[in-house]
Nanobody
C-alpha cells in the first residue's frame, strides 16, 4: 500500500522558517521524482520544487533562494526547507511522487500559514 504522509506545517510569522517532511512507503522511493506542490485559497495548484532520482533540483521562480528541497533515500523521505516565508506562501502543501512509467502518488497535504 502506497503512503505519502506530510508533516511540519503550521503557523509562522513572516520571515520565519518551516521544514516540511514527506515520509513514504509502498514504492521504490529512490527511483521516483519527488515534488512539492501547493494550493493557495482561490488559486490554481502550483509546482513549488522538484528533486530527481539523481539529485538534481528545480524550483518555481517565486521560491528560488528561499526554499530547498532534499531527499533521504535511506529514509524514503523528501523535505522542503522553507526560509524567509512570506504571507503569499500560505497554502496547503502536497507531496507528490512521479515515475516515468506512470506511477503518480499524492500525500494528503499539510497547511502552511504565514501571518503576523
Amino acid at each position: 500500500q502506497v503512503q505519502l504522509v506530510e508533516s511540519g506545517g503550521g503557523l509562522v510569522q513572516p520571515g520565519g522558517s518551516l521544514r516540511l517532511s514527506c515520509t513514504t512507503s509502498g514504492f521504490t522511493f529512490s527511483t521516483y521524482v519527488m515534488r512539492w506542490y501547493r494550493r493557495a485559497p482561490g488559486k490554481e495548484r502550483e509546482l513549488v520544487a522538484s528533486i530527481f532520482s539523481a539529485g538534481g533540483t528545480n524550483y518555481a521562480d517565486s521560491v528560488k533562494g528561499r526554499f530547498t528541497i532534499s531527499r533521504d533515500n535511506a529514509k524514503n523521505t523528501v523535505y522542503l526547507q522553507m526560509n524567509s516565508l512570506k504571507p503569499e506562501d500560505t497554502a496547503v502543501y502536497y507531496c507528490n511522487a512521479f515515475h516515468s512509467t506512470g506511477g503518480i502518488y499524492w500525500g494528503q497535504g499539510t497547511q502552511v500559514s504565514v501571518s503576523s
